[in-house]
């Protein structure tokens, strides 16, 4: 028995040993975002020039960038920090633990400056020692011919620095102690043992938590179950919004000497987008090719619903002709308030709040707030509003509503209630996530997000504007803006930025900037199958025409416009969509504060990350699989994050060159 049971115990004790030892040598990846360190204040960029921005003494968040960051693949994360070239004491650090005593790499992703200096230092504590210790932004990183150093004069680039750690507390440190020939700008940290492991652009490694996505039960069909019998409760039915259960929402002008013209009678939707919604550089074109038409593609869809701009102080006092023709028709219409500065007087003013509460009141679907809480204007809260996240919301809330009525009061010329909020449409694109329950609990009826192809978790971002919607009863819309970062996507002759002949303009900044249109579709079947009351298009429809060039050619449908065209089509071929449904839902608190996209880096831009936020951010980076392995890899105009799946993948130019 004796002989046959060594053999037995050998084997199970090498198996035991070398899980053990697998476990053991099992890498470590910690990841980190300097933006969201504790002690980074303000913000910090490049762009106004040399010298324009002044020290402070602290890192500032430097991000989002632009054409520069998003031809190159963009910040990981959408910020990144940044101090002036004459900033000389500014430090930064986060407090995190070592898993296992061993040798490790520090990996910082930072802009490597064409023959300039742009020196930090990076320093690793310990139990009050430095463990690691070294100054990089000196020497260079990258190869002096690299294509974006070369094109802008800087560019991402890793630098590394090992030490020997042992197990337990440490704190990682960025320190500025001495200027530097340019500015200097740290977008991510990566920390590991495995000295085998380059970084890719700002492609993230691979973390042990998103094994979990490889795990499938035996039976998934028994697993999941299959859905059948599964009914959508009454409260889980869209209530219509402006009589139609799914529109597209756009602009219209307010010219009086065009509605002072205009037979009020015969009047109809498709004449005010055929006059307002032609692109302004070739309206004259437009008008002289189509004159005459009352069948245009996307003008004269039945689901397009009319807007005003604030900024233009639309009129809709009795005697105006706007009002006539919207009571004569009781078209539904909304009106937008980005930016708009200027106040109705003391006669107007009193006559226009009167009409959109009364009269009209049924008719108006409320104020698009793009990428705002409130109206221009509006000051939001601020100072100490709570001790801790709960609080500080429900003082913010409060605040906020209080704050919109007194801007409302003065825009109006007239007292205003609080009440009022309710017709505010708040279409955030940060913090859209955290916020939604917020708008719809003080009184927000509707509440909107925007996303572009720099940000990710898109499908995040619908699954919490629904589930506030759901909860309180309201709707939820798309901000449609599809942006490739700065770039808007208009087709024109004459960009904003000049640069190369008039040609077949895919942007109104450049020739090379600009989302591509698989991208621009998805978000139309995304929010329409999901379950959105409206997309909104920022842009009206002015990027659904153009002329194109070199060379004389008729007025036609940009590549946006036949993807509209295509979409209405299936709109009208599937008028029922249905209700999406959730047999799984996270239960979370309501002042979570949980955001993975910022302008300020602070839940509520007040409150530093904590444990609470990492674990609800692994917790949806597997619930919401491959979003965070797509948004690590690199943006550009043919793979968005909401696209791109193949990892390591080489990234694009802003001209689709391949470069690497």
Known sequence: MRSMCRPVLLVFTLLVGAIAVFA???????????????????????????GQMKPTGHWGVAGPGISAEFSQGGESEWNSIGVPAEETNATCSRNFTVPRAG????????????????PFTVRLEQNGQAKLNGELGVKHVL??????????????????????????PAKISLIIDKAGEVWRQVDAILITDDLNYTPVNREKPPFAYMEAIKLQPDNGAAWRGSGKGLKVGDNWKRTPIGGQDFAMWTDIGV?????????????????????????????????????????????SWSHLIPGFYLGNLPDFSPDSP???WLEQTKTPFYIMTNYAQGKYDDKIGPANYQALTGPLAGQFLGFIHGEAMASCGTATPGGKLGDDRRSYLEAFGSGLVKAQAADWSKKFSTPVPESFWSKGISCL??????????????????????????????????????????????????????????????????????RGAPSWFHSKYAITDGVDIAWYRKLYYLNYLGGASAIFWEQGLANQWMKPGPGTHPVQLSPFGRATVDFQQFVDRLPDRGEPFTPMAFLLSYAHGYDPVSYNCRAFGVFTENEADRELRELFNVAWHPAEVSASQPINPVASPSESTNARRPYAFITGTILR
């Open 24 to 50: 053991q040598q099992a890498p470590e990846y910690l990841w980190f975002e300097p933006e969201w360190f504790p002690d980074v204040q303000g913000s910090y960029a490049y762009w106004p020039g040399p």
């Open 103 to 118: 040798k490790y790499r520090v990996w910082v992703r930072y802009y490597d400056h064409w023959r300039q200096a742009a």
């Open 322 to 324: 706007v009002r006539k």
């Open 143 to 168: 190869p002096a011919n690299d294509e974006y150093m070369l094109y802008w004069g800087f560019a991402f680039g890793w630098g590394s620095l090992d030490g020997q750690l042992e197990a337990g």
């Open 429 to 498: 694109s940060c913090e859209s996530i955290s916020l939604a329950p917020m708008f719809h609990a003080t009184g927000a009826d509707t509440v909107g997000y925007e996303i572009d192809a720099t940000n990710s978790h898109a499908p995040m971002r619908v699954a919490f504007e629904r589930g506030a919607a759901r909860q309180y009863g309201g709707h939820w819309i798309n901000y449609a803006s599809s942006n490739f970062g700065d770039c808007c996507n208009y087709f024109t002759q004459n960009p904003v930025v000049p």
């Open 255 to 299: 010219e009086k000497d065009w509605w002072g013209k205009q037979d009020l009678n015969t009047l109809t939707k498709y004449d005010l987008f055929y006059q307002f919604s032609a692109p302004t550089d070739i309206s004259k074109e437009f008008h002289a090719q189509f004159a005459g038409k009352k069948d245009l593609p996307i003008m």
